[in-house]
Protein backbone atom coordinates (compact mmCIF):
# COMPACT_ATOMS: atom_id res chain seq x y z
CA UNK A 1 0.00 0.00 0.00
CA UNK A 2 1.57 3.24 -0.68
CA UNK A 3 1.94 5.83 1.59
CA UNK A 4 3.16 9.41 2.21
CA UNK A 5 5.85 9.90 5.42
CA UNK A 6 5.90 13.24 7.10
CA UNK A 7 9.57 13.41 7.53
CA UNK A 8 9.82 17.09 9.09
CA UNK A 9 8.19 19.23 12.05
CA UNK A 10 6.51 18.50 15.53
CA UNK A 11 4.58 15.35 13.49
CA UNK A 12 7.56 13.95 12.42
CA UNK A 13 6.92 10.27 11.60
CA UNK A 14 2.99 10.58 10.51
CA UNK A 15 1.85 8.12 7.93
CA UNK A 16 -0.82 8.71 5.21
CA UNK A 17 -1.63 5.57 3.61
CA UNK A 18 -3.01 6.51 -0.34
CA UNK A 19 -6.22 4.61 -0.17
CA UNK A 20 -8.20 6.94 -2.61
CA UNK A 21 -8.25 7.45 -6.04
CA UNK A 22 -6.89 11.39 -5.95
CA UNK A 23 -5.50 12.62 -2.45
CA UNK A 24 -6.20 15.95 -1.38
CA UNK A 25 -3.47 18.19 0.63
CA UNK A 26 -3.76 21.34 1.74
CA UNK A 27 -4.85 23.57 4.88
CA UNK A 28 -8.80 22.93 4.28
CA UNK A 29 -10.60 21.17 6.61
CA UNK A 30 -12.15 19.16 3.60
CA UNK A 31 -8.43 18.02 2.47
CA UNK A 32 -7.66 14.26 2.80
CA UNK A 33 -4.38 15.30 4.39
CA UNK A 34 -4.39 18.76 6.41
CA UNK A 35 -1.01 20.76 6.64
CA UNK A 36 -2.33 23.42 9.15
CA UNK A 37 -0.04 26.13 7.89
CA UNK A 38 -0.42 29.77 6.74
CA UNK A 39 2.25 29.19 3.85
CA UNK A 40 0.11 25.99 2.45
CA UNK A 41 -2.77 27.27 0.22
CA UNK A 42 -6.28 25.56 0.79
CA UNK A 43 -5.89 22.95 -1.76
CA UNK A 44 -1.73 22.84 -2.36
CA UNK A 45 -1.43 19.33 -4.12
CA UNK A 46 -2.90 16.15 -5.31
CA UNK A 47 -2.07 12.77 -5.61
CA UNK A 48 -3.66 10.64 -7.70
CA UNK A 49 -3.38 6.70 -8.82
CA UNK A 50 -3.68 5.41 -12.17
CA UNK A 51 -3.56 1.53 -12.14
CA UNK A 52 -0.18 0.69 -10.31
CA UNK A 53 1.52 4.59 -10.99
CA UNK A 54 0.75 7.06 -9.19
CA UNK A 55 0.94 10.66 -10.31
CA UNK A 56 1.39 14.24 -8.37
CA UNK A 57 0.03 17.84 -9.61
CA UNK A 58 0.69 21.08 -7.79
CA UNK A 59 -3.09 22.79 -7.89
CA UNK A 60 -1.91 26.30 -8.67
CA UNK A 61 -0.96 27.00 -5.00
CA UNK A 62 0.78 30.08 -3.50
CA UNK A 63 4.01 28.58 -2.82
CA UNK A 64 4.54 25.89 -4.74
CA UNK A 65 5.95 22.48 -5.05
CA UNK A 66 8.99 21.02 -5.24
CA UNK A 67 9.95 16.68 -5.61
CA UNK A 68 13.43 15.44 -4.92
CA UNK A 69 14.62 19.66 -4.93
CA UNK A 70 12.84 20.41 -8.22
CA UNK A 71 9.66 22.79 -8.62
CA UNK A 72 6.88 21.05 -9.50
CA UNK A 73 4.94 22.00 -12.63
CA UNK A 74 2.18 20.45 -14.04
CA UNK A 75 1.77 16.20 -13.60
CA UNK A 76 4.78 14.03 -12.45
CA UNK A 77 4.94 10.32 -11.67
CA UNK A 78 6.31 9.29 -8.33
CA UNK A 79 8.42 6.75 -7.67
CA UNK A 80 9.78 5.00 -4.22
CA UNK A 81 11.66 7.34 -2.12
CA UNK A 82 10.75 10.73 -3.95
CA UNK A 83 10.59 13.38 -1.50
CA UNK A 84 8.05 15.92 -1.34
CA UNK A 85 8.66 19.26 -0.12
CA UNK A 86 4.95 21.48 0.46
CA UNK A 87 6.73 25.10 2.28
CA UNK A 88 8.42 23.83 4.84
CA UNK A 89 6.62 20.19 4.89
CA UNK A 90 8.51 17.23 3.52
CA UNK A 91 6.62 14.23 3.33
CA UNK A 92 8.52 10.55 1.75
CA UNK A 93 6.15 8.87 -0.95
CA UNK A 94 6.94 4.83 -0.61
CA UNK A 95 5.37 1.89 -2.44
CA UNK A 96 5.53 -0.79 -0.17
CA UNK A 97 4.47 -0.91 3.44
CA UNK A 98 7.51 0.22 6.17
CA UNK A 99 8.43 -1.46 9.78
CA UNK A 100 7.57 1.09 12.65
CA UNK A 101 10.35 1.52 15.68
CA UNK A 102 8.98 1.17 19.06
CA UNK A 103 10.77 2.28 22.01
CA UNK A 104 12.10 -0.42 24.06
CA UNK A 105 11.76 -1.20 27.66
CA UNK A 106 12.29 -4.15 30.16
CA UNK A 107 8.69 -4.56 31.34
CA UNK A 108 6.20 -2.45 30.73
CA UNK A 109 2.49 -2.59 30.12
CA UNK A 110 1.10 0.56 28.83
CA UNK A 111 -1.94 2.56 26.52
CA UNK A 112 -1.76 5.29 24.52
CA UNK A 113 -0.74 6.39 20.79
CA UNK A 114 2.80 6.07 19.76
CA UNK A 115 4.60 6.36 16.70
CA UNK A 116 8.05 6.08 16.06
CA UNK A 117 10.76 6.36 13.38
CA UNK A 118 10.13 4.54 10.44
CA UNK A 119 12.63 2.57 8.46
CA UNK A 120 12.49 -0.89 5.80
CA UNK A 121 13.32 -4.37 7.04
CA UNK A 122 11.14 -6.91 5.55
CA UNK A 123 9.70 -6.83 1.84
CA UNK A 124 5.86 -7.64 2.04
CA UNK A 125 7.10 -11.35 0.34
CA UNK A 126 9.57 -12.25 2.49
CA UNK A 127 6.91 -13.11 4.99
CA UNK A 128 4.75 -15.46 2.27
CA UNK A 129 6.63 -17.87 2.59
CA UNK A 130 6.71 -17.95 6.30
CA UNK A 131 3.57 -18.24 7.01
CA UNK A 132 2.61 -21.74 8.87
CA UNK A 133 -1.11 -21.22 9.41
CA UNK A 134 -3.60 -18.69 8.47
CA UNK A 135 -7.13 -18.76 10.97
CA UNK A 136 -10.49 -16.77 9.97
CA UNK A 137 -11.53 -14.67 12.63
CA UNK A 138 -14.89 -16.63 14.33
CA UNK A 139 -17.66 -14.79 15.14
CA UNK A 140 -18.44 -13.87 18.94
CA UNK A 141 -21.71 -16.21 18.91
CA UNK A 142 -18.91 -19.24 17.72
CA UNK A 143 -18.42 -21.17 20.83
CA UNK A 144 -17.54 -24.50 19.42
CA UNK A 145 -13.81 -23.53 18.32
CA UNK A 146 -12.95 -22.75 22.08
CA UNK A 147 -14.06 -26.11 23.67
CA UNK A 148 -11.44 -27.97 21.88
CA UNK A 149 -8.99 -26.01 23.80
CA UNK A 150 -7.23 -27.02 27.24
CA UNK A 151 -8.94 -26.30 30.97
CA UNK A 152 -6.86 -23.93 31.80
CA UNK A 153 -6.74 -21.74 28.88
CA UNK A 154 -10.41 -22.32 28.25
CA UNK A 155 -11.34 -20.87 32.00
CA UNK A 156 -8.50 -18.17 31.45
CA UNK A 157 -10.02 -17.07 27.92
CA UNK A 158 -13.34 -16.85 30.02
CA UNK A 159 -11.95 -14.95 32.70
CA UNK A 160 -10.48 -12.64 29.97
CA UNK A 161 -13.98 -12.15 28.25
CA UNK A 162 -15.85 -10.95 31.64
CA UNK A 163 -12.80 -8.70 32.40
CA UNK A 164 -12.74 -6.39 29.01
CA UNK A 165 -16.03 -7.25 29.01
CA UNK A 166 -17.07 -5.21 32.29
CA UNK A 167 -14.88 -2.48 31.34
CA UNK A 168 -16.24 0.90 29.72
CA UNK A 169 -13.19 2.75 28.46
CA UNK A 170 -10.04 1.64 26.03
CA UNK A 171 -7.63 2.84 28.75
CA UNK A 172 -9.30 -0.15 30.93
CA UNK A 173 -9.74 -2.41 28.08
CA UNK A 174 -6.29 -3.02 26.40
CA UNK A 175 -4.61 -3.70 29.33
CA UNK A 176 -6.83 -6.22 30.27
CA UNK A 177 -6.45 -7.89 27.11
CA UNK A 178 -2.64 -8.12 27.01
CA UNK A 179 -2.60 -9.04 30.62
CA UNK A 180 -4.93 -11.92 29.76
CA UNK A 181 -3.02 -12.86 27.09
CA UNK A 182 -0.09 -12.71 28.67
CA UNK A 183 -1.41 -16.27 31.23
CA UNK A 184 -2.93 -17.74 28.21
CA UNK A 185 0.42 -17.81 26.38
CA UNK A 186 3.07 -17.56 29.28
CA UNK A 187 5.71 -17.68 26.47
CA UNK A 188 4.71 -14.27 25.24
CA UNK A 189 7.47 -11.26 25.98
CA UNK A 190 5.66 -8.93 23.23
CA UNK A 191 2.17 -7.76 22.88
CA UNK A 192 0.78 -4.87 21.07
CA UNK A 193 -2.75 -3.87 20.34
CA UNK A 194 -2.42 -1.34 17.14
CA UNK A 195 -6.14 0.72 16.06
CA UNK A 196 -7.02 1.97 13.05
CA UNK A 197 -7.01 6.20 13.11
CA UNK A 198 -10.15 7.35 11.17
CA UNK A 199 -8.61 10.70 10.92
CA UNK A 200 -5.46 9.70 9.81
CA UNK A 201 -6.09 6.52 7.55
CA UNK A 202 -3.16 4.47 9.35
CA UNK A 203 -3.07 2.01 12.25
CA UNK A 204 -1.87 3.72 15.77
CA UNK A 205 -0.02 1.74 17.82
CA UNK A 206 -2.42 2.21 21.19
CA UNK A 207 -1.28 -0.60 23.63
CA UNK A 208 2.34 -2.74 24.53
CA UNK A 209 3.10 -5.72 27.16
CA UNK A 210 6.69 -6.22 26.79
CA UNK A 211 8.34 -8.27 29.20
CA UNK A 212 11.82 -9.76 30.02
CA UNK A 213 13.33 -8.01 27.08
CA UNK A 214 16.91 -6.21 27.53
CA UNK A 215 17.81 -5.70 24.08
CA UNK A 216 19.62 -2.82 23.13
CA UNK A 217 18.20 -0.60 20.86
CA UNK A 218 14.47 -0.18 19.07
CA UNK A 219 12.28 -2.91 19.05
CA UNK A 220 10.85 -3.28 15.64
CA UNK A 221 6.90 -3.98 14.75
CA UNK A 222 6.61 -4.84 11.11
CA UNK A 223 4.10 -3.06 9.32
CA UNK A 224 3.95 -5.35 6.11
CA UNK A 225 3.50 -8.45 8.18
CA UNK A 226 -0.03 -5.97 9.82
CA UNK A 227 -0.95 -4.88 6.43
CA UNK A 228 -0.84 -8.56 5.09
CA UNK A 229 -3.67 -9.51 8.25
CA UNK A 230 -5.52 -6.12 7.36
CA UNK A 231 -5.94 -7.33 3.59
CA UNK A 232 -6.82 -11.07 4.18
CA UNK A 233 -8.68 -10.37 7.29
CA UNK A 234 -7.34 -13.62 8.55
CA UNK A 235 -5.11 -14.39 11.93
CA UNK A 236 -1.24 -15.41 11.13
CA UNK A 237 1.28 -17.37 12.45
CA UNK A 238 4.31 -16.54 11.02
CA UNK A 239 7.31 -19.32 11.33
CA UNK A 240 10.96 -18.52 12.84
CA UNK A 241 12.43 -16.01 10.20
CA UNK A 242 16.30 -16.35 11.68
CA UNK A 243 16.35 -20.08 10.65
CA UNK A 244 15.22 -19.71 7.07
CA UNK A 245 18.63 -20.50 4.99
CA UNK A 246 17.29 -17.38 2.50
CA UNK A 247 17.92 -14.86 5.59
CA UNK A 248 20.88 -16.23 7.64
CA UNK A 249 23.14 -13.39 6.19
CA UNK A 250 20.43 -10.33 6.81
CA UNK A 251 21.24 -8.42 9.25
CA UNK A 252 18.14 -6.42 9.54
CA UNK A 253 16.08 -9.81 9.92
CA UNK A 254 19.23 -11.11 13.00
CA UNK A 255 18.49 -7.49 14.29
CA UNK A 256 15.01 -8.11 14.60
CA UNK A 257 15.48 -11.47 16.34
CA UNK A 258 11.74 -12.67 15.23
CA UNK A 259 11.03 -16.29 16.18
CA UNK A 260 7.27 -16.85 16.69
CA UNK A 261 4.42 -14.08 15.73
CA UNK A 262 0.74 -14.40 15.78
CA UNK A 263 -0.97 -11.68 14.74
CA UNK A 264 -4.94 -11.39 14.37
CA UNK A 265 -7.17 -8.96 13.05
CA UNK A 266 -10.22 -7.41 14.84
CA UNK A 267 -13.27 -7.05 13.18
CA UNK A 268 -16.02 -4.54 13.97
CA UNK A 269 -20.10 -5.47 13.93
CA UNK A 270 -20.31 -3.85 10.61
CA UNK A 271 -17.19 -6.07 9.00
CA UNK A 272 -14.75 -2.92 9.00
CA UNK A 273 -11.08 -4.28 10.58
CA UNK A 274 -10.48 -2.22 13.93
CA UNK A 275 -6.97 -3.22 14.28
CA UNK A 276 -4.77 -5.99 14.79
CA UNK A 277 -3.78 -8.06 17.90
CA UNK A 278 -0.01 -8.75 17.89
CA UNK A 279 1.83 -11.25 20.25
CA UNK A 280 5.23 -12.76 19.77
CA UNK A 281 8.18 -14.69 21.64
CA UNK A 282 12.10 -15.06 21.08
CA UNK A 283 11.96 -17.97 22.96
CA UNK A 284 12.47 -20.83 20.55
CA UNK A 285 12.37 -24.04 22.14
CA UNK A 286 8.39 -22.48 22.80
CA UNK A 287 7.38 -21.77 19.58
CA UNK A 288 3.56 -20.67 19.06
CA UNK A 289 1.63 -23.28 17.20
CA UNK A 290 -1.80 -23.87 15.22
CA UNK A 291 -3.70 -24.31 18.39
CA UNK A 292 -2.85 -21.09 19.98
CA UNK A 293 -3.46 -19.20 16.41
CA UNK A 294 -6.88 -20.98 17.02
CA UNK A 295 -7.18 -19.51 20.61
CA UNK A 296 -5.89 -15.70 19.37
CA UNK A 297 -8.40 -15.40 16.79
CA UNK A 298 -11.46 -16.44 19.41
CA UNK A 299 -9.70 -14.09 21.40
CA UNK A 300 -9.23 -11.36 19.12
CA UNK A 301 -13.37 -12.15 17.83
CA UNK A 302 -14.48 -11.30 21.41
CA UNK A 303 -12.17 -8.65 22.71
CA UNK A 304 -13.95 -6.75 19.04
CA UNK A 305 -16.56 -6.42 20.63
CA UNK A 306 -15.46 -4.92 24.17
CA UNK A 307 -13.24 -2.76 21.89
CA UNK A 308 -16.09 -1.30 19.46
CA UNK A 309 -17.88 -0.46 22.43
CA UNK A 310 -15.11 1.51 24.29
CA UNK A 311 -14.63 3.26 21.00
CA UNK A 312 -18.42 3.91 21.46
CA UNK A 313 -18.04 4.99 24.48
CA UNK A 314 -14.93 7.00 24.66
CA UNK A 315 -15.70 9.20 21.48
CA UNK A 316 -19.53 10.12 23.46
CA UNK A 317 -17.52 11.06 26.33
CA UNK A 318 -14.31 13.00 24.35
CA UNK A 319 -17.63 14.52 22.48
CA UNK A 320 -18.89 15.27 25.76
CA UNK A 321 -15.88 16.88 27.33
CA UNK A 322 -15.38 18.88 23.57
CA UNK A 323 -18.79 20.19 23.90
CA UNK A 324 -18.79 21.65 27.69
CA UNK A 325 -14.47 23.05 27.07
CA UNK A 326 -15.78 24.98 23.58
CA UNK A 327 -18.83 25.94 25.41
CA UNK A 328 -16.84 27.31 27.69
CA UNK A 329 -14.42 28.79 25.17
CA UNK A 330 -17.05 30.23 23.60
CA UNK A 331 -18.34 32.90 26.46
CA UNK A 332 -14.70 33.21 27.16
CA UNK A 333 -14.29 34.83 23.50
CA UNK A 334 -17.55 36.62 23.84
CA UNK A 335 -16.51 38.01 26.55
CA UNK A 336 -13.54 39.59 25.09
CA UNK A 337 -15.82 41.16 22.10
CA UNK A 338 -18.30 43.76 22.40
CA UNK A 339 -21.63 43.28 23.45
CA UNK A 340 -22.61 46.05 21.26
CA UNK A 341 -21.07 49.36 19.48
CA UNK A 342 -20.13 52.46 21.83
CA UNK A 343 -21.74 55.79 21.56
CA UNK A 344 -19.99 58.06 19.49
CA UNK A 345 -20.98 61.78 18.74
CA UNK A 346 -22.01 62.17 15.26
CA UNK A 347 -21.79 58.65 13.94
CA UNK A 348 -23.68 55.38 13.29
CA UNK A 349 -21.61 52.07 13.83
CA UNK A 350 -21.93 48.44 12.74
CA UNK A 351 -20.60 45.17 13.63
CA UNK A 352 -21.35 41.39 13.06
CA UNK A 353 -19.08 38.65 13.69
CA UNK A 354 -19.71 34.53 13.32
CA UNK A 355 -16.65 32.05 13.23
CA UNK A 356 -16.97 29.04 11.41
CA UNK A 357 -16.09 26.92 14.20
CA UNK A 358 -17.62 27.54 17.83
CA UNK A 359 -14.95 30.07 18.49
CA UNK A 360 -12.41 31.38 15.75
CA UNK A 361 -9.47 34.06 15.38
CA UNK A 362 -11.13 36.83 13.98
CA UNK A 363 -11.52 40.01 16.33
CA UNK A 364 -13.07 43.48 16.48
CA UNK A 365 -13.18 45.85 19.10
CA UNK A 366 -13.76 50.00 19.80
CA UNK A 367 -10.71 51.33 22.09
CA UNK A 368 -11.30 54.75 23.17
CA UNK A 369 -7.71 57.07 22.70
CA UNK A 370 -6.39 60.16 23.17
CA UNK A 371 -8.48 63.63 22.34
CA UNK A 372 -11.80 61.82 22.37
CA UNK A 373 -10.80 59.89 19.64
CA UNK A 374 -12.39 56.19 19.02
CA UNK A 375 -10.16 53.74 17.50
CA UNK A 376 -11.92 50.97 15.40
CA UNK A 377 -10.00 47.56 15.38
CA UNK A 378 -10.56 44.35 13.15
CA UNK A 379 -7.86 41.57 13.18
CA UNK A 380 -7.55 38.35 11.74
CA UNK A 381 -5.60 35.29 12.86
CA UNK A 382 -4.20 32.70 10.45
CA UNK A 383 -5.70 29.31 11.32
CA UNK A 384 -9.60 28.61 12.85
CA UNK A 385 -10.66 27.18 15.81
CA UNK A 386 -9.10 26.94 19.26
CA UNK A 387 -5.32 27.66 18.73
CA UNK A 388 -6.22 30.52 16.29
CA UNK A 389 -8.38 32.10 19.35
CA UNK A 390 -6.08 31.74 21.47
CA UNK A 391 -3.65 33.69 19.58
CA UNK A 392 -6.51 36.20 19.52
CA UNK A 393 -7.20 36.37 23.00
CA UNK A 394 -3.52 37.01 23.39
CA UNK A 395 -3.44 39.95 20.76
CA UNK A 396 -6.31 41.28 21.63
CA UNK A 397 -5.39 42.28 24.81
CA UNK A 398 -1.96 43.81 23.25
CA UNK A 399 -4.18 45.81 20.94
CA UNK A 400 -6.16 47.62 23.79
CA UNK A 401 -2.77 48.18 25.49
CA UNK A 402 -0.97 49.86 22.68
CA UNK A 403 -3.46 52.08 21.19
CA UNK A 404 -4.79 53.43 24.69
CA UNK A 405 -0.95 54.03 26.09
CA UNK A 406 0.65 55.47 22.45
CA UNK A 407 -1.10 58.59 20.83
CA UNK A 408 0.28 57.96 17.17
CA UNK A 409 -1.74 54.99 15.84
CA UNK A 410 1.48 54.04 13.51
CA UNK A 411 3.34 53.89 16.64
CA UNK A 412 0.64 51.37 18.50
CA UNK A 413 0.61 48.53 15.70
CA UNK A 414 4.45 48.53 15.27
CA UNK A 415 4.53 47.51 19.06
CA UNK A 416 1.76 45.40 18.77
CA UNK A 417 3.83 43.77 15.83
CA UNK A 418 6.96 43.22 17.87
CA UNK A 419 4.86 41.67 20.67
CA UNK A 420 3.13 39.58 18.52
CA UNK A 421 7.02 38.78 17.30
CA UNK A 422 8.52 38.51 20.68
CA UNK A 423 5.24 35.90 21.87
CA UNK A 424 7.08 33.04 19.27
CA UNK A 425 3.63 31.95 17.83
CA UNK A 426 5.82 29.69 15.08
CA UNK A 427 4.40 30.26 12.09
CA UNK A 428 1.34 32.12 12.98
CA UNK A 429 0.72 35.83 11.61
CA UNK A 430 -2.63 37.79 11.60
CA UNK A 431 -3.47 40.64 9.99
CA UNK A 432 -4.94 43.86 11.54
CA UNK A 433 -6.28 46.94 10.55
CA UNK A 434 -7.18 50.14 12.89
CA UNK A 435 -9.55 52.98 11.91
CA UNK A 436 -9.29 56.30 14.41
CA UNK A 437 -12.10 58.06 13.97
CA UNK A 438 -12.12 61.84 15.43
CA UNK A 439 -15.40 62.74 16.06
CA UNK A 440 -14.48 66.46 16.50
CA UNK A 441 -12.77 67.20 13.02
CA UNK A 442 -14.34 64.53 11.43
CA UNK A 443 -11.04 62.68 10.37
CA UNK A 444 -10.31 59.09 9.82
CA UNK A 445 -6.65 57.78 10.25
CA UNK A 446 -5.75 54.69 8.91
CA UNK A 447 -3.14 51.80 9.76
CA UNK A 448 -3.04 48.32 8.19
CA UNK A 449 -0.97 45.74 8.61
CA UNK A 450 -1.69 43.53 5.63
CA UNK A 451 -5.40 43.62 5.84
CA UNK A 452 -7.83 43.58 2.88
CA UNK A 453 -8.28 47.36 2.08
CA UNK A 454 -10.98 49.55 3.75
CA UNK A 455 -14.06 50.73 1.57
CA UNK A 456 -14.79 54.75 2.09
CA UNK A 457 -18.63 54.80 0.42
CA UNK A 458 -20.01 58.75 -0.08
CA UNK A 459 -23.68 59.88 -0.05
CA UNK A 460 -23.88 59.37 -3.79
CA UNK A 461 -23.10 56.08 -3.47
CA UNK A 462 -19.27 56.07 -4.93
CA UNK A 463 -17.21 53.79 -3.26
CA UNK A 464 -13.34 53.72 -3.36
CA UNK A 465 -10.40 51.67 -1.63
CA UNK A 466 -8.38 52.72 1.04
CA UNK A 467 -5.21 52.30 2.34
CA UNK A 468 -3.67 49.72 0.07
CA UNK A 469 -0.75 51.94 -0.80
CA UNK A 470 -0.10 52.79 2.89
CA UNK A 471 -0.81 48.75 4.20
CA UNK A 472 2.71 47.43 5.59
CA UNK A 473 3.40 43.89 6.70
CA UNK A 474 1.26 41.30 8.64
CA UNK A 475 1.73 41.29 12.34
CA UNK A 476 4.43 38.51 13.03
CA UNK A 477 6.86 38.39 10.24
CA UNK A 478 9.12 41.73 10.99
CA UNK A 479 9.65 42.88 14.71
CA UNK A 480 11.10 46.16 13.44
CA UNK A 481 8.88 46.95 10.55
CA UNK A 482 7.26 50.93 11.01
CA UNK A 483 4.11 51.18 10.11
CA UNK A 484 2.51 54.57 7.66
CA UNK A 485 -0.77 56.10 8.55
CA UNK A 486 -3.13 58.00 6.05
CA UNK A 487 -5.43 60.35 6.95
CA UNK A 488 -8.49 61.76 5.34
CA UNK A 489 -11.41 63.42 6.09
CA UNK A 490 -14.99 61.63 6.97
CA UNK A 491 -17.29 63.95 5.03
CA UNK A 492 -21.05 64.02 6.16
CA UNK A 493 -22.80 60.36 4.99
CA UNK A 494 -19.70 58.93 4.23
CA UNK A 495 -19.20 55.22 5.51
CA UNK A 496 -16.46 53.19 6.27
CA UNK A 497 -16.92 49.73 5.98
CA UNK A 498 -13.86 46.81 7.27
CA UNK A 499 -13.91 43.16 6.85
CA UNK A 500 -12.07 39.89 7.00
CA UNK A 501 -11.49 37.07 4.36
CA UNK A 502 -14.76 35.40 5.43
CA UNK A 503 -16.43 38.35 3.67
CA UNK A 504 -14.43 38.55 0.51
CA UNK A 505 -13.44 34.87 0.34
CA UNK A 506 -16.72 33.58 0.96
CA UNK A 507 -17.41 30.38 -1.58
CA UNK A 508 -20.58 29.44 -3.73
CA UNK A 509 -21.17 25.14 -5.05
CA UNK A 510 -18.76 25.88 -7.62
CA UNK A 511 -15.64 27.33 -5.54
CA UNK A 512 -16.04 30.78 -6.84
CA UNK A 513 -15.28 33.65 -4.07
CA UNK A 514 -17.39 36.09 -3.54
CA UNK A 515 -14.95 38.85 -4.30
CA UNK A 516 -13.84 42.72 -3.85
CA UNK A 517 -15.99 43.67 -7.09
CA UNK A 518 -18.97 42.18 -5.64
CA UNK A 519 -18.90 43.85 -2.18
CA UNK A 520 -18.24 46.92 -3.72
CA UNK A 521 -20.93 46.87 -6.30
CA UNK A 522 -23.16 46.35 -2.96
CA UNK A 523 -22.35 49.05 -0.75
CA UNK A 524 -22.52 51.03 -3.82
CA UNK A 525 -26.91 50.31 -3.41
CA UNK A 526 -28.52 52.89 -1.87
CA UNK A 527 -29.08 52.69 2.41
CA UNK A 528 -30.01 55.40 4.82
CA UNK A 529 -28.74 53.61 7.91
CA UNK A 530 -25.51 51.59 8.60
CA UNK A 531 -28.05 48.68 10.30
CA UNK A 532 -28.91 48.38 6.47
CA UNK A 533 -25.68 48.63 4.48
CA UNK A 534 -24.47 46.41 6.99
CA UNK A 535 -27.85 43.76 6.87
CA UNK A 536 -27.39 43.83 2.56
CA UNK A 537 -24.19 42.98 3.03
CA UNK A 538 -24.38 40.37 5.07
CA UNK A 539 -27.93 39.53 2.88
CA UNK A 540 -25.74 39.33 -0.16
CA UNK A 541 -22.82 36.66 0.70
CA UNK A 542 -25.66 34.59 2.22
CA UNK A 543 -27.03 34.68 -1.44
CA UNK A 544 -23.76 34.07 -2.99
CA UNK A 545 -23.73 30.96 -0.52
CA UNK A 546 -26.45 29.23 -0.93
CA UNK A 547 -26.05 27.44 2.03
CA UNK A 548 -22.25 26.48 0.93
CA UNK A 549 -20.06 25.19 4.69
CA UNK A 550 -18.20 27.89 5.44
CA UNK A 551 -14.28 27.72 6.10
CA UNK A 552 -14.11 30.85 7.45
CA UNK A 553 -14.83 33.07 10.25
CA UNK A 554 -16.82 36.29 9.48
CA UNK A 555 -16.23 40.09 10.62
CA UNK A 556 -17.60 43.06 9.32
CA UNK A 557 -17.79 46.72 10.51
CA UNK A 558 -19.31 49.36 9.27
CA UNK A 559 -19.10 53.41 10.68
CA UNK A 560 -21.26 56.02 9.00
CA UNK A 561 -21.53 59.92 9.62
CA UNK A 562 -24.52 60.79 10.00
CA UNK A 563 -25.98 63.74 7.42
CA UNK A 564 -27.45 66.19 10.06
CA UNK A 565 -24.84 67.08 12.43
CA UNK A 566 -26.88 67.42 15.92
CA UNK A 567 -26.54 70.86 17.69
CA UNK A 568 -24.15 72.13 19.72
Known amino acids: MASLELRSGTRRGELFFLTKQRVIIGRHPACDIIVDASAVS ?66 DSSVGSETGAVEDLLESSDHDSLIVSQVEIPRPSDDKNLSVHSEAKLRAMIGLNRAIGASLSLDEVLPKLLDGLSEIFPQTQRGFVLLSDPNSNRMVLRAKKLLGLSEPGPLRLSLSLIDKVVQSRHAILLADATSDSRFKASDSV ?46 AGLAAQAIEQALAHDASVGQEHLKRDLELAHRVQQGLLPSKPPDVNGYQLFDFYEPAQQIGGDFFGYVPVANGCMAVVLADVSGKGVSAALVMAALSADVRYCLASECNAGAAVSRINESFCRSGWDD ?9 IDPLNHTLTLVSAGHLPAFLRNTSGDVQAIGSEQAGLPLGVDPEYIYETLQIPMPPGATLVLYTDG ?63 PAN
Open 42 to 107: RQHVAVSQDGSLFCIEDLRSRNGTSVNGQSLSGKRTLTDGDEVLICDHRFRFALQPTVASLSPAAE
Open 254 to 299: VDYRMRSVMCAPFIGSGGSVLGVLHVDTLDASNSFGGSDLEILAGI
Open 503 to 565: ISEAMDHENRCYGLARLKATLSSPATTVAEIGGRILSDVERHAAGQVRSDDMCLVCVKRSELQ
Open 428 to 436: RFATLIVAV
